[in-house]
T-cell receptor, first 112, second 112 residues
Framework: SQQGEEDPQALSIQEGENATMNCSYK?????LQWYRQNSGRGLVHLIL?????REKHSGRLRVTLDTSKKSSSLLITASRAADTASYFC????????????FGTGTRLTIIP | DAMVIQNPRYQVTQFGKPVTLSCSQT?????MYWYQQKSSQAPKLLFH???????NEADTPDNFQSRRPNTSFCFLDIRSPGLGDAAMYLC???????????FGSGTQLSVL
């Protein structure tokens, strides 16, 4: 299975601190994406990094990708209470079949 | 605003009673997906449509069927729901050859 594993499963930090989540996957990919899910809601796309990219930024988000280690990290800087959510990585494999496979997720709690 | 809309938000059905979940989109995207997400787990792809071409995942039970009568609408039919089918069902869309998924808010299905 291509399903990614995320680490840690749960993370609690104080507001204002930085949060780092990691994702590992198993096969070759075209791209890796990060999504956010508030409790009981749908997923929202945050950022996409392609297999030939190593780092990408979007606002307070920083994503890295290491294809040799088949891993990615998501850094959220200066966390806010509103960042409390589950974060999922998802990979598009290089088979060209338009499918995303999601990781197991990290539950992030920001303590005000 | 263009969006993906799922109805109903919450659905309760009885064991063995057929149920249909609906999804509509105003994004005019070619690809539509149905994911199943059980509590604290990763979203799991059930099937997807590439225009009218239906693509079933190998491990999707026969109990789950889908219809896409036109570009805007897609339905998930569960012919004989079991207790194990209680989950959040997420509809998503993407452009032809696109990578980013746009999700609806989901339908939370309970089976009594």
């Amino acid at each position: 299975s291509q399903q990614g594993e995320e680490d840690p499963q749960a993370l609690s930090i104080q507001e204002g601190e930085n949060a780092t989540m990691n994702c590992s996957y198993k096969t070759s990919i075209n791209n890796l994406q990060w999504y956010r899910q508030n409790s009981g809601r749908g997923l929202v796309h945050l950022i996409l990094i392609r297999s030939n990219e190593r780092e990408k930024h979007s606002g307070r988000l920083r994503v890295t990708l290491d294809t040799s280690k088949k891993s990615s990290s998501l850094l959220i800087t200066a966390s806010r209470a509103a960042d409390t959510a589950s974060y999922f990585c998802a990979t598009e494999n290089d088979f060209g079949n338009e499918k995303l496979t999601f990781g197991t997720g990290t539950r992030l709690t920001i303590i005000p | 605003d263009a969006m993906v809309i799922q109805n109903p938000r919450y659905q309760v059905t009885q064991f063995g009673k057929p149920v249909t979940l609906s999804c509509s989109q105003t994004l005019n995207h070619n690809v539509m997906y149905w994911y199943q997400q059980k509590s604290s787990q990763a979203p799991k792809l059930l099937f997807h449509y590439y225009d009218k071409d239906f693509n079933n995942e190998a491990d999707t039970p026969d109990n789950f069927q889908s219809r896409r009568p036109n570009t805007s609408f897609c339905f998930l039919d569960i012919r004989s729901p079991g207790l194990g089918d209680a989950a959040m069902y997420l509809c998503a869309t993407s452009t032809l050859g696109g990578e980013k998924l746009f999700f609806g808010s989901g339908t939370q299905l309970s089976v009594l």
